[in-house]
Each structure stands twice: as structure tokens, then as C-alpha cells.
């Protein structure tokens, strides 16, 4: 049934040629199960998947190998069984041609599965739900490989009271040369749809809108014929004008729904949420199958005999799918994407990984060197042919100079790096490169500043724990000498009244005939003390020699004593008397 939804347009865009009947009738196929296989820990716009596995460890179909880091990332999987043969950087599909972490697992040819645990999806925790898409390695598989967990999570608050009105599923495909999304969608109709109802389950969208170009009628065919099977209330599939990119999220709800997002914006803040068909079979196949997303639909296309659309395992070596296409002996080179998107494979030897959706064999009669550069003529086609209304012009030459200041002003990262400008660029600029670099500039600055910032922030953090430590000893500090203190002061009391009879036997020693005043403070009474003590011990020391002796020896020593006695009471007497 035709839909009588009303549409709107965008501005900007192309028409390309489309190069789009060489695969369009290819069905999917399965392609062959290599040797070995290069699984990315990274696979997904967020952080690297914590490695699970080692070298030695056996490994079943779908078991998870890298566990998602944080909130912002995604798990991986093993794509088949077999063994892992090492852990570590390999190459991976990038116009770098740099590496990154990687597992490699030699197949044992089996296919074993591991175990397979679907979730019922229609009573559960909705988190529960999320935490499983996470772990079953679901990301946006229209290019941006977003993690689809993060945006299946509606706010709480907002004007939609944390829902999400409106779905939208994105089968446009605009690219030119790619069919991989058609063929899903004439094929794989039904489980598409279910997938977009587990969606709606977690967004709470009251509507479902599926959004697929005009020149794909057996896909938008199907694709009807399977809502209408599925009797799902307010689903629609609307077929849309071609026009490149129809397929950009921003464009595309601005098709359907009329909503134009802002710079700067997402779709959330209006309630349009839009996924990519194969991510929605993959939630699918994910929690109504218990498969994690562990392969892919692939274009293999251009300057081949064979063109075709093939499942690959994630991990499969790039060079081992060619010989299914047969390239043809005038092929200098491969891109992976579209001629649009797309860039250059340094190498061959790279992975399949979850963005992939095409590889083209180009030859010079497909894709002619492209001219030199010429000045920039600011004729103002690059602005009008710009989806995102930009003025890549200005951000050309901000870009160029390293101005990434007023490049930012500009609004460079809401350029979607469609290509569009320099498709219709008269001077052949390659603009989109420059914007490619500014972007990744301002980030590794971004980066840096971030470092910076944290650097500083342990810093000061140290520099205040150790202020802290040190007010801390000091504290401890005082408070030990308060405590001996207050233990002296207790000895000099507890002391006090040893001074006094200290003081009085003083006197019977000869210390003088006046008794001594109380000590004044403690520490005249612990010097008093230790006289007392002093003079008792010499006393011990030198007792009378009064052992052996007869009583004649005895009485002479005794009157000797006297007379000493008598002496010492006489000049006591004769010292002059203190009058105070």
C-alpha cells in the first residue's frame, strides 16, 4: 500500500550516477570462512574493548572476547571457534594503514556456537535490555558505528517526558555503488521490523517511520509486505526522491518529518531517534536469537566480473573475499565504502570490521586521477550544494591556514563529510580532506587540553594532600607535647610533697638551720628532689664504721659525736637572724 505521508525536502545535495543494477540483483550469500581472522577491540565511535582472551585460549562462535570499556563502548566477539593465535597491533582498514589492538584466532573450521541465550524483551528491565544490546557488540552499522545502546537511551527529562515520539529506520542507501542495505531489506524484511519494535519498546516511540529511496521498489515492497504481517500499529515505509545523501540522519528526518535540527543539535531534542536497518535486524538477531553481531552484509562491486552481496565474518582478511568477484586485470586499487565516503585501502591484508559495507574495485575508465588543485574561485557551489547549509568555502581556508578557532565558529562538526562539496568543486579541491583534518586537529588538541587539565588537577590535588599531611603532623605533633606536658606537670604534683621532706632532711644533714621554702614550681621541687635523693644515697654510701669495735672505742667515737653536735648547735647560734 502506497503511503500518503506528506514529505519535505533538504537543501543541497547531488545526483551522482548510482552504479547501483551491477549488484542490485545479487543476493546475499555466505561467504567462505577464512583461515584466520582479525577481530578489532575497537570496533565501535567509543573506547577499545578490554581484551578477555589470551594467546593458547580456545574460543567458541559468538563467545565475547573484549568486554565494552565504560559506558561509551561495545563488546566483540569471536566471529567462529578456533584458537587464538595472538593478541596484539595488526593493520586494520583506515587510510592510515596504522594498526590497532587486535585478536587474530586460527579457525578450526567447526563453527561451533557457544552458548545462545535470548532475552524476552517485552516484560523486562529496559536497562537490562540496553546492557544486553551493549554485550551482544550492537553498534550503528550505517557507517558511524555509534554505539546503539547509548542511543536506544531516551533522557528523563525534556518537553517528551524521557520518550523518543518518532523512530526512524534508515534504509535510503544513498551511496552510489553500495546495495548491501537493499538486499537486507528484500530479504530480511520481517526481522528488520522486529528489530525496530524492540526499539520502540526501549524509546517509547509512537510511531515507526522507514525511510527508503524511490529507486529501490522491490525493497520498499517488501518491506510493506512484512508490516503488513506484522500488524504493528503505526509503523509506515516511505519511499523518499533520490537525491544524495537522502541517507544523512539530519536529511533524512527532515524528509520525513519536517523537523529541521539545528547546528550543534541532535534529533533527541526534537524526538526523532533514526537507526540504520542492518543495525535494527542486528538487535534482532541479538536478543531474539541470542547472536551477538559477529558478521555483516558486504558489497563487492566495480571493476569486477562477479559483482555481489556476501555475509562476511567480522575479522575476515579483505583479500581473501577478491577472488569471490574476480577483479579484472586492469584494477589499480580498492576503496572501502562509496565513492563518496569511501577512501583508498593502503593495504589488502586489513579486516572486515562492523563498518564495512563495500569494497570497490576501481580501474582508471571507473575512477579517472583526479586533476590538480586549482585556487579556490569562491564561486559558492560548494555552498549550495552543502546538506548541512555550511559554507565550506570559509571553512576551506580557515581549515587550511590551521585556524580551528573560527573553523569551529563556522560549525565544521556539523559537516557530515558527504563529499557533495567537493564533488561539485570547478577547482577539484578535495575539501572534505581538509575538514577531515581540521576535525581530527581540534580533537588531538581537545585531547591534549583534557591531558593537561587532568595533569594539573592531580597536581593540586597532591600539592593539597600534602598540606594535609603535613597540618596533620603538626597536629599530631602538639598534641604528643600537650600529653608530656600534662605528664610533667602530674609528676612535678605527685613530687611536690617527696620536696618537702626533702627540704626538712636537708636540714638534719647540716643544709642549714632554716627549713626550706615549697618549691616554687614544679621544677624547683624535682631540683629539691633530687638533692634529697643525692644526699640520702651518699649517706647509704658511707655508713658509721661501728662493726669489731669494743665498747671503749665506741663511747670515745660517741662522745666525739657529742662534742661535734655541740659545736654545730654553737654556731648555729651565732649566725645573725634574717629579719624578713
Known amino acids: 500500500m502506497k503511503s500518503l505521508a506528506q514529505l ?12 547501483k543494477v551491477e549488484s542490485a540483483d545479487c543476493p546475499i550469500r555466505p561467504a567462505p570462512m577464512p583461515a584466520r581472522l582479525i577481530v578489532p ?49 595488526e593493520a586494520v582498514p583506515h587510510p592510515s594503514g596504522l594498526a590497532a589492538p587486535c585478536v587474530v584466532i586460527e579457525t578450526d573450521g567447526e563453527d561451533r556456537w557457544g552458548e545462545r541465550t535470548p532475552l524476552d524483551w517485552r516484560g523486562g528491565d529496559p536497562e537490562v535490555l540496553r546492557g544486553f544490546i551493549r554485550d551482544a557488540g550492537i553498534v550503528g552499522l550505517g557507517g558511524a558505528t555509534f554505539p546503539s545502546h547509548i542511543k536506544l537511551k531516551p533522557g528523563a527529562a525534556g518537553e517528551f517526558g524521557g520518550r523518543i515520539p518518532t523512530l526512524v529506520i534508515n534504509g535510503a542507501e544513498c551511496e552510489p555503488w553500495i546495495t548491501c542495505d537493499d538486499r537486507l531489506m528484500r530479504e530480511r524484511a520481517e526481522g528488520i521490523l522486529r528489530g525496530a519494535a524492540i526499539m520502540r519498546h526501549l524509546v517509547g516511540a509512537e510511531k515507526i517511520i522507514v525511510g527508503i529511496e524511490d529507486n529501490k521498489p522491490q525493497a520498499v515492497a517488501a518491506m510493506r509486505a512484512a508490516a503488513a504481517a506484522l500488524g504493528e500499529a503505526q509503523l509506515d515505509v516511505v519511499a523518499v526522491p533520490t537525491r544524495y545523501p537522502a541517507g544523512g540522519e539530519k536529511q533524512l528526518i527532515r524528509v520525513l518529518t519536517g523537523i529541521e535540527i539545528p547546528y550543534g543539535k541532535l534529533g533527541t531534542q526534537f524526538g526523532v531517534q533514526c537507526f540504520n536497518v542492518g543495525t535494527a535486524y542486528a538487535i534482532h538477531r541479538a536478543v531474539e536469537h541470542g547472536e551477538p553481531l559477529i558478521s555483516r552484509l558486504l558489497t563487492l562491486t566495480g571493476n569486477v566480473a562477479r559483482p ?24 589499480n586499487g580498492y576503496l572501502m565504502g562509496g565513492p563518496m565516503m569511501g577512501f583508498t585501502l593502503p593495504r589488502l591484508d586489513v579486516p572486515v570490521v562492523k563498518s564495512s559495507n563495500c569494497v570497490i574495485a576501481a580501474s582508471p575508465a571507473l575512477f579517472p586521477q583526479a586533476p590538480p588543485e586549482m585556487p579556490c574561485i569562491r564561486c559558492g557551489a560548494c555552498a549550495r550544494a552543502c546538506p548541512a547549509e555550511l559554507q565550506p568555502f570559509e571553512l576551506y581556508w580557515h581549515s587550511r591556514a590551521k585556524n580551528f578557532g573560527k573553523a569551529q565558529e563556522y560549525h565544521i562538526f556539523d559537516c557530515i563529510e558527504c563529499g557533495c562539496c567537493s564533488y561539485v568543486c570547478p577547482s577539484r579541491i578535495r575539501l572534505v580532506d581538509y575538514f577531515r583534518f581540521a576535525k581530527s ?32 603532623k603538626a597536629a599530631k605533633l602538639a598534641a604528643k607535647a600537650a ?23 636537708a636540714q638534719k644533714l647540716g643544709a642549714g638551720g632554716t627549713a626550706s621554702e615549697p618549691a616554687d614550681d614544679p621544677k624547683k621541687a624535682l631540683i629539691a628532689a633530687a638533692m634529697a635523693r643525692a644526699q640520702a644515697q651518699k649517706a647509704a654510701s658511707h655508713p658509721e664504721n661501728t662493726e669489731a669495735l669494743n665498747p671503749e672505742v665506741q663511747a670515745e667515737i660517741q662522745d666525739i659525736e657529742a662534742r661535734r653536735a655541740k659545736l654545730r648547735e654553737t654556731a648555729k647560734a651565732a649566725q645573725p637572724q634574717d629579719n624578713n
Do not use: W
Open 483 to 505: 600529653e608530656t606536658k600534662a605528664k610533667l606537670a602530674a609528676q612535678a604534683a605527685a613530687t611536690t610533697a617527696a620536696a618537702d621532706d626533702a627540704s626538712g632532711e
Open 41 to 89: 577491540l575497537r570496533q565501535s565511535a567509543g573506547h577499545t574493548a578490554q581484551c578477555l582472551v589470551e594467546v593458547g585460549q580456545k574460543v567458541q562462535k559468538g563467545q565475547m572476547i573484549g568486554a565494552a570499556e565504560g559506558v561509551f563502548s561495545s563488546a566483540t566477539h569471536a566471529p567462529t571457534s578456533g584458537t587464538v593465535v595472538a593478541v596484539g597491533p
Open 308 to 331: 555481489g552481496n556476501y555475509e562476511v565474518l567480522i575479522g575476515t582478511p579483505i583479500e581473501t573475499l577478491l577472488p569471490l568477484a574476480e577483479p579484472r586485470a586492469d584494477t
Open 441 to 472: 586537529s581540534i580533537r588531538a588538541r581537545e585531547r591534549e587540553k583534557s591531558a593537561a587539565d587532568l595533569a594539573r588537577e592531580r597536581y593540586e590535588f597532591r600539592l593539597a594532600r600534602d598540606e594535609r599531611e603535613k597540618q596533620e
Open 8 to 19: 519535505f525536502s533538504f537543501k543541497g545535495g547531488v545526483k551522482p550516477a548510482s552504479h
